[in-house]
């Protein structure tokens, strides 16, 4: 989240897409309902289904699943055309006046550079005109043809109402009606808030999606206030801290990125990460870069990280591509790999295609499976009849079970999706033999160095010299991990204006990244979380919900990355001058008589930059604002534009009928053996979406009796159109297909599944929720990703579980 | 099941008077369907606080499950797909569970003494070891709520958590409720709160947003706040509830002519064992039932 849960209660109006917080969200769902009883805010849930968020939303407005970006579009197009557009905020912190490169363009549904062998772009077009000094030309009047706002007014202006129904099947008077509603908030003292999920992430364009919506909340100069804001609701209680501590394949702590194959110089591999500002008086903070790596390093490595080896970059792993969840199942179903560690995680339930899965795992020599639970993913080779219908004497994979601690049985921090990292402590002891996760990867780790010193290997030395500082090494303590990733003094640390100054002695917890140098006198393990545990002790473990604003700031409430800041690019809450748009929800304003910044929460800009200095509120960007064009930071274009799921109803993308290149998205995450596996409309008519229910967790609650009494067996959701013509009534059973497989399921038939017109066709929506299995003690039922594709998104390489096609048949008997 | 004695303001089946030497508030639970997101939260606090656990059943073709209130479920969120204006889809989500009339007709109906009491906060509260099983509450009801347990054939349903409130504490289900729908206090607070509820909902388009603290059972202690209370139907509650005129038979006439029969029998039993002596079983009878 831009924001945090608590400050949604500063929103005059609350847009719910691609995402159902009342029903995935519940708790922090509290904070739309205090908006809505003493805010008089209103709810708009924008959604294929008419859902529990719906239920108790102001407006609903129906949308076929995967056509998110033609309404936002759309959406753009209406608030540019009636110039409902805060301009104030759009001309001094947006990229609006920048002028794009001669050679950018778009036709016919590609953008320049599109190889379509390799299904990629070359994106060196896609970028800036830039001066002699560096800097990017601009034109303030924006009349350029070149400029970003010209561009961007000409790329959606083809989103006209009519097209948006036409795409979305939502009727052009509900869309009229939400954009009525969303433009309101152009005005200062008006704010939206956008709430979403996996229902923009997990799509083959899902990255663009939340890129409109991010457009569209700059666009009204939503950004940076109280109450508005880009709030991407997290999952699972600690998804947030997974990715922020780098968790992901080409991920380091704090969202610095691994070097690539080619990157094997050190100094160009930072320099890259550490761009100059690209505008004058800009404070591009990612210049910085250097100190947070090298600090990790020395965390990492400690005294064997020396400037003369490069702080040990060399054994970083360099990658040749991303390893991410769909490359490692394609390279275990290809036979390239013949071992596979599953910590806190169930494939087989949770990765596209189980077929593929089961046939990749099965080709493994070995799994560990580090698990609270018995999952279905340590049980593949079972055969569960129906559900999972696999010989095991066809299966060699040798799986061993490490059973872990659950949340509650240890101490630790979690981080939310406010980015607040709250302690927490253990209330029971775990069962049998199950040991925390650290204590199951120190076991793990201490054997294979103790293996490596004895026999040595091919490459020992990121093992060897690994730092391995904790009292007890077989179980390092989540408070000694914590005062690892917050960081330390390794020498004295001075003011750089003042070298007799002592910052931080030689020895000490540091307060903050400002501290970090990149000489080798900080270690810290994940750079963003500097401050989570300093001198002052362990401030995730604060508990005071005192708030001296009242608008829900409680800055001594646990701690919050980055620096303790509760909403991100909070400069921009003010106008060019320093004051607060809305003074009665101040956030931030320059005090001129001390010459700094300060209010409600901690300032999200340099303290003691005079507003008069120019420096714009996005300093995470080399530009200093933010930007409509993302020039080369997208895998598949500077704008977003709408494309087809993977699986469409539609033959032809309505933007581009006459281009089947721009059909789907054509820098989609599509592996060559995997083209055939997709569906056409003609055997899998209706689109199917995969969705979460409230009362269960993903596949963890199916064993936990209360929720399985509450939702006890599979169903999924049909339309009543849909059902009428397929003669199925509500509890019956029924078979849906793809083209990879089935389930069966009870069909709950309801109201709140439109059937839409697209293009002139009627579609058909069948809902399918997820969170049965063939463990557990609720009613076994099929893993849901039997029906899924196998395609990613093209920047996260997210799997496309929310739009893909099915056929429905009513079973007569159940066997 | 946990107030003191001095608190029963009513008991079922007992002429005796009620102790009244102390003033209690009226207490009352107000769920404002409006807030609910049917997340079923209360269900599942209401069964692990008061140690219920459920058979795991089927999916029979709705979000609602169980399918209906049951012994082991005394709160059930309750699913309507309703079209109160034709293209106007709502989806209301009720929590249904004892309303805990002030006027209860589970306890008017009720023929054991002490099965169900009413205490002066206005609770209603069933004690089942006093119960005989007879179902006389279920159909006294006018709400459809106790349900008879197959295991004991005893009757239960919501307490209002009268264990927990007489040592101060809210409701699980309040207590538990993520978004405020349900909230806990006195009855006039939880009335002055529906007001302004009622008030947002008018300013919604809501124009027969209301409360629903039926006067035919004499009030409430479970009220709701309806997006629509012109049409309680919606949700699945009666229009006009009132305790079923059977039950005023069975306590106006029938029940006085019930104890006379009763009686008359007992003294007719008596007359006949003085003047006859003890029933004896025949030898023929005894010895056939050992051979058997």
């Known amino acids: ?815 | 099941m946990a107030l003191q004695s001095l608190d029963i303001q009513a008991r079922s089946a007992t002429t005796t008077p009620m102790p009244g030497v102390r003033g209690t508030l009226d207490v009352a639970k107000l769920i404002d369907i409006s807030k609910c997101i049917g997340c079923k939260a209360c269900q599942v606090a209401c069964m692990q606080w008061n140690d219920l656990h459920g058979e795991i059943g089927h999916n029979l073709g709705s979000y609602q499950n169980p399918q209906d209130l049951n012994d082991t479920t005394w709160t059930l969120m309750r699913f309507f797909e309703v079209e109160p204006e034709p293209n106007r889809l709502e989806w209301l989500i009720r929590k249904d569970g004892c309303m805990h009339c002030a006027d209860p007709g589970c306890l008017a109906s009720c023929p054991a003494p002490g099965a169900i009491v009413q205490y002066s906060n206005g609770i209603v509260d069933f004690h089942q070891e006093n119960c005989i099983g007879c179902g006389y509450c279920i159909t006294g009801c006018p709400f459809d709520i106790p349900r008879l347990s197959k295991t004991d054939e005893k009757v239960y349903k919501c307490t209002l958590c009268s264990d927990r409130v007489s040592v101060g504490l809210e409701p699980a289900c309040v207590k538990t409720c993520p978004t405020g729908a349900i909230t806990f206090g006195s009855k006039t607070d939880m009335i002055d709160h529906a007001e302004e509820r009622v008030t947002d909902l008018k300013e919604r388009g809501f124009a027969h947003a209301g409360l629903y603290d039926p006067a035919g059972v004499g009030g409430t202690h479970v009220m709701y706040v309806l997006q629509h209370a012109d049409q309680p139907e919606l949700y699945g509650l009666p229009r006009d509830p009132a305790i079923s005129p059977l039950v005023e038979i069975w306590k106006g006439v029938t029940k006085p002519l019930a104890i006379a029969t009763m009686a008359l029998v007992g003294f007719a039993s008596l007359f006949h064992y003085v003047t006859k002596g003890p029933n004896a079983v025949s030898k023929e009878i005894e010895k056939e039932e050992e051979e058997a």
Request: proline letters at 6%; one cysteine or more; glycine letters at 8%.
């Open chain 1, 1 to 815: 989240m831009t924001n945090h849960w608590v400050d949604i209660k500063n929103a005059d109006l609350i847009l719910i897409m691609g995402g159902n917080a009342a029903e995935a969200h519940p708790c922090g769902f509290k904070w739309v309902t205090e908006a809505k009883a003493y805010r008089k805010a209103r709810l708009i849930v924008v959604d294929p289904r008419f859902t529990r968020s719906a239920a108790v939303a102001d407006y609903y407005a129906p949308i076929r699943a995967g056509s998110d970006i033609a309404f936002l579009a759309g959406l753009i197009n209406y608030l540019l055309s009636h110039d409902k557009i805060h301009h104030d905020y759009v001309r001094s912190y947006t990229d609006f006046s920048f002028l794009v490169k001669a050679d950018f363009g778009f036709e016919n549904g590609i953008f320049t550079g599109y190889d379509p062998e390799k299904h990629s772009y070359d994106k060196a077009s896609w970028g800036y005109q830039l001066g002699d000094d560096g800097f990017v030309l601009t034109d303030p009047t924006l009349q350029d043809p070149r400029c970003v706002y010209q561009l961007m007014k000409a790329h959606y202006a083809r989103y006209t109402p009519e097209m948006v129904s036409t795409i979305c099947g939502t009727p052009q008077d509900a869309f009229l009606k939400v954009c009525e509603m969303i433009a309101e908030t152009s005005a200062s003292d008006r704010v939206m808030t956008i709430m979403y999920a996996l229902g923009w992430t997990q799509h083959s364009q899902g990255s663009q999606m939340i890129r409109t919506g991010a457009m569209v909340q700059l666009l009204l100069g939503n950004i940076g206030k109280p109450g508005g804001g880009m709030n991407a609701l997290r999952g699972h209680s600690n998804i947030q801290g997974l990715t922020d501590l780098g968790l992901l394949s080409n991920l380091l702590p704090g969202y610095m990125t691994l070097a690539g194959e080619k990157e094997q110089d050190f100094a160009a591999y930072l320099d890259k990460r550490s761009p100059k500002p690209l505008r004058p008086g800009q404070l591009s903070y990612m210049q910085n870069y250097p100190k947070f790596f090298v600090s990790t390093m020395k965390a990492w490595f400690g005294d064997a990280a020396t400037a003369e080896n490069n702080w040990a970059y060399d054994w970083l792993p360099k990658l040749d591509k991303t390893h991410d969840i769909l490359q490692v199942f394609e390279d275990m179903n290809a036979g390239k790999m013949n071992g596979y560690i599953c910590q806190g995680f169930n494939p087989l339930a949770s990765a596209p295609c189980k077929i593929k899965v089961s046939g990749a795992l099965s080709k493994l020599k070995f799994m560990v499976v580090i698990d609270p639970l018995a999952t279905e993913t340590s049980e593949f080779w079972q055969d569960h009849g129906e559900y999972n219908d696999v010989d095991p004497t066809k299966i060699a994979t040798e799986v061993f079970r490490l059973p872990s601690t659950c949340f509650a049985e240890e101490d630790g921090s979690l981080v939310s999706s406010s980015r607040v990292l709250q302690w927490h402590w253990k209330a029971a002891n775990p069962p049998g033999e199950a040991r925390a996760d650290q204590e199951i990867i120190a076991g793990l780790f201490l054997k294979l160095r103790e293996l490596y010193a004895k026999d040595g290997g091919a490459f020992p030395d990121p093992i060897l010299n690994l730092t391995w500082r904790y009292k007890q090494p077989h179980f390092p303590s989540p408070e000694e991990l914590a005062r690892e990733f917050n960081g330390r003094a390794l020498a004295d640390v001075t003011d750089p204006k003042d070298a007799t100054k002592v910052l931080v002695k030689k020895g000490e917890q540091l307060n903050g990244f400002a501290e970090l140098r990149a000489d080798g006198s900080t270690a810290c393990g994940c750079w963003i979380f500097a401050g989570a545990w300093s001198e002052k002790g362990n401030l995730m473990a604060r508990r005071d919900n005192s708030d001296p604003y009242g608008i829900g700031q409680t800055l001594d409430w646990a701690w919050a990355w980055p620096a303790n800041r509760r909403v991100l690019y909070n400069r921009a809450s003010c106008d060019p001058a320093g004051k607060p748009y809305d003074p009665s929800r101040m956030l931030v304003a320059w005090d001129g008589v001390n010459g700094r910044w300060g209010g409600s929460d901690i300032p999200d800009f340099k303290p003691d930059s005079n507003p008069t200095d120019g420096m714009g509120p996005f300093i995470m960007n080399p530009e200093g604002v933010a930007r409509f064009f993302a020039v080369d930071k997208m895998a598949d274009g500077p704008f977003p534009e709408h494309y087809e799921p993977m699986e469409s109803p539609l033959a032809n993308n309505p933007m581009h009928p006459d281009n089947p290149l721009a059909r789907a998205n054509p820098a989609a995450r599509v592996f060559k053996g995997d083209w055939d596996s997709f569906g056409k409309p003609d055997q899998f008519p209706y689109v199917a979406t995969t969705y979460r229910l409230t009362e269960h967790f993903h596949y963890w609650t199916k064993h936990c009796r209360s929720s399985s009494v509450i939702q006890p067996e599979q169903f999924v959701e049909i339309g009543e159109t849909l059902a009428a013509e397929r003669g199925i009534r509500s509890g019956d059973h029924v078979r849906v297909r793809s083209n990879r497989g089935h389930i069966v399921a009870v069909a709950v038939v309801t109201k709140r599944l439109r059937s839409l017109s697209v293009e002139g066709k009627q579609v058909h929506t069948v809902g399918i929720p997820i969170h049965w299995g063939f463990m557990g003690v609720a009613r076994n039922g099929y893993l849901t990703n039997t029906l899924t594709p196998f395609v990613g998104d093209a920047n996260t390489q997210t799997p496309e579980f929310k739009a893909f096609l099915v056929n429905v048949e009513k079973i007569q008997t159940i066997v």
